[in-house]
């Protein structure tokens, strides 16, 4: 018998709130869903201009992973 045991979801969000709320959401349906939230990573990443230095693009990339109870 082949069961799932365990998914990683992969997000980019375009602030730290954001990925902070979508991290707080998978712990708040943790229950009525029937999983475990085991890991939850953030990196961020930007993008900044050669020539000015500024920052063009940022993207708070969000690591979540959920067991389910075998």
Do not use: H, P
């Not at 990683?8 to 707080?24: F, K, P, R, V, W």
């Not at 712990?27 to 939230?37: A, D, I, T």
């Not at 690591?63 to 109870?69: K, M, N, P, R, S």
């Amino acid at each position: 018998m082949t069961q799932l045991f365990k998914t990683t979801y992969s997000y980019n969000a375009d602030s730290e709130q954001e990925s902070t709320d979508l991290i707080e959401k998978y712990k708040n349906e943790q229950l009525e869903k029937g999983y475990m939230v085991t890991k939850s990573k953030v990196d961020y990443k930007s993008k900044k201009d050669r020539k000015t230095g500024e920052i063009i693009s940022e993207n708070w990339l969000t690591e979540i992973t959920i067991a389910y109870e075998v």
